[in-house]
């Protein structure tokens, strides 16, 4: 296959906003691929070479690109710098030139393997000498590009290749190509994605072995599962009604999730919510991991916090955020603040896969894999079988400083659900007690220009949350509160890479904005409460017709969710969900208040 046959793919996705053409674009580039071909053509339209939890990266410089374009299309550094502050992106500036340069006549077009090994040459060039030989391999595609070929070349050396092909529709068109569109194939091939992260592994066995080749799948050291996500509750009872009246309480530390993989040989690898590694960012949990875990090979989950080294106690992770100052990554700020890893869930212990086990018995495997020490510890439990005895844990915890309760289904179905978010695990926070339900982590979709105090800077951010069926981003809010001075100096830099000229095709709003994003940044927000709204779109239809939701009184919290990604955002169905359970006027709550609110 040639890479031109790719670019214009990308070309016909761009020009489209329907979930169901571009799935059939996709369907028809993939169906008749096999082997190399088919897994590097879904790496590379996700802008990566490998699945993403590898991160591997081709760390070229914006310099270096302008260098090879212009070196390409015989032209200045300095030149292509001017065309790209009129086109606002590097590969339209790439596109432009090649477009009037010369090309010879008997160029061999530039096949698909060819550009994506020339790529891994990128990313695996390291030392000195490593920047000249990422630029000369850059010139020489782009040499033998067409503008297409060497528009989509540069997007994806850049890292903002980002053609609005998320995993959804990449899974759907899976299906469609290599299996059944029918719902059963379609939540086999979810469910094995949830389990691998790894599209290409998924799309290479349907299409040698179909649906069924995909039981094979096992859990392995060193790839990240998805993560299993919890609902929310309207109160106590509610909770306990869903767990047929028992459940375990566990403490809900407010830290960063981390998935830890020890391998047999000892080395540890720990990956985020997002699936990204983080092991560089925790050395000391990597070290404290083997001597407190009994048996290898071993995947466990925990939630990581910062502790005061003095008295021991748990910090809040917010606390240490804000104390820092925002214009430190979170993850820095961290890694100079001691953490301790409360673990509370294992998938694989000891070579045998235990995550489709019932959830005590996971438990039960954990307590005895696990040797608490000073930075590894497990998360505290207590069974519950009554409100009563719910209410007092939940009094507890949260007196202790705890943000709620995680219970946890204790029922024989309560296996570890990869990837979905489902009542065998029931977040309860001490917020629904006395505001609306729950923050929400909304992606950063456009931008307007401030006034006053705030001219020259962006002064309001529209955010979104994520509709998976639809694959697509629907706005609930203008948030401008919640951002000093500094968080507002830095938001043009932190929004810069994804900044486009026009409407996401993916976002669905009813506002323009001075600036549209591609969705990316996703930060956390709390308000008020859930109004229905004319102009913005989250779950549209669901309340009232043609009416979507937003968030009264928005306020950005001061927190960036950097360990989630913009499809990890809080989905239209929660914000359905909690503006149903925000719609309680009066109710008495599990902690004895009253609550009274009124509905715009
Ligand atoms: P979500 O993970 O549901 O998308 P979120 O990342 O915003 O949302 P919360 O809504 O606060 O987080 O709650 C879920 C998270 O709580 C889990 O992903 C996990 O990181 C954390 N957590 C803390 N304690 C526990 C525990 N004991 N069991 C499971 N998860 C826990």
């Not at 169906?31 to 939890?53: F, K, N, V």
């Not at 389990?195 to 799309?203: C, M, Q, R």
């Not at 240490?320 to 673990?343: I, S």
């Not at 995550?355 to 307590?367: K, V």
Request: neutral net charge.
């Amino acid at each position: 296959m040639q890479y031109r046959e790719l670019a214009h793919v990308y070309e016909k996705i761009e020009a489209t906003t329907k979930r169901l053409e571009m799935r059939s674009i996709l369907v028809d580039l993939l169906r008749p691929l096999r082997g190399r071909e088919l897994t590097c053509a879904l790496y590379l339209s996700q802008g990566s070479l490998r699945p993403e939890y590898e991160g591997v990266e081709l760390g070229v410089a914006e310099s270096l690109a302008r260098k090879a374009i212009a070196e390409a299309t015989g032209t200045s550094a300095g030149a292509v710098g001017e065309r790209t502050r009129t086109s606002g992106d590097l590969g339209t500036t790439a596109g432009e030139l090649l477009r009037t340069t010369r090309r010879l006549e008997d160029t061999a077009p530039l096949e698909l393997l060819e550009v994506y090994d020339a790529l891994t040459g990128m990313a695996h060039a390291t030392g000195a000498g490593s920047q000249e030989t990422k630029v000369q391999i850059l010139v020489d595609l782009l040499r033998r590009a067409t503008p297409v070929e060497g528009k989509y070349l540069v997007r994806f050396v850049m890292g903002t290749l980002r053609v609005g092909v998320r995993e959804m529709t990449i899974l759907d068109a899976l299906a469609a190509a290599f299996a059944s569109p029918d719902k059963d194939a379609r939540e086999r091939i979810e469910a094995a994605f949830n389990l691998t992260s790894d599209l290409g592994l998924i799309a290479e066995k349907l299409a040698s072995g179909g649906v069924a080749s995909l039981a094979s799948i096992r859990l392995e050291v060193g790839r990240p599962i998805r993560p299993m996500l919890a609902e929310r509750a309207k109160s106590l009872e509610e909770l306990l009604e869903r767990m047929d009246g028992k459940a375990a309480f566990e403490y809900k530390y407010d830290g960063l999730r981390v998935q830890a993989h020890l391998a047999k040989d000892g080395s540890v690898r720990l990956f985020s919510r997002r699936l990204e590694e983080i092991g560089p960012q925790f050395p000391d949990l990597a070290k404290a991991l083997p001597s407190a875990i009994r048996e290898r090979p071993v995947i466990l989950e925990g939630e990581c916090v910062p502790f005061d080294r003095t008295t021991g106690a748990i910090r809040p992770f917010q606390d240490v955020a804000t104390r820092r100052g925002r214009k430190h990554d979170l993850e820095r700020a961290l890694e100079e603040v001691p953490v301790v890893l409360f673990v509370f869930d294992v998938l694989l212990a000891g070579s045998e896969s235990v995550y489709e086990r019932p959830f005590p018995e996971r438990r039960a495997i954990l307590e005895k894999l696990v040797t608490p020490s000073e930075r590894i510890r497990i998360a505290e439990e207590q069974i519950v079988t009554s409100v009563e005895e719910a209410n007092d844990y939940f009094e507890e915890v949260v007196g202790q400083g705890a943000e709620g309760v995680m219970a946890k289904s204790l029922a024989d179905g309560s296996r570890y659900h990869p990837g979905a978010r489902g009542f065998w695990w029931i977040k309860y926070k001490r917020d629904y007690v006395t505001h609306l339900a729950d923050s929400i982590d909304g992606v950063v979709v456009g931008a307007f220009y401030g006034r006053g105090r705030r001219a020259g800077a962006y002064g309001a951010l529209l955010l979104a949350v994520y509709r998976p069926d639809k694959d697509r981003f629907e706005t609930f809010c203008k948030v401008g509160s919640g951002f000093d001075d500094s968080a507002l100096a830095e938001l043009p830099k932190r929004l810069a890479p994804f900044r486009i000229d026009h409407a996401p095709p993916e976002v669905d709003t009813g506002l323009s904005p001075d600036q549209w994003f591609r969705p990316s940044v996703v930060l956390e927000v709390k308000g008020a409460e859930l109004t229905v709204s004319p102009v913005h779109r989250a779950g549209i239809g669901a309340i009232r017709p043609d009416a979507g939701l937003a968030l009264r009184f928005p306020r950005f919290t001061g927190r960036y969710r950097t360990d989630k990604s913009a499809t990890q955002a809080t989905t239209s169905a929660e914000l359905v969900e909690m503006y149903r359970m925000q719609d309680r006027s009066g109710a008495r709550t599990a902690a004895g208040e009253h609550r009274v609110r009124h509905k715009a």
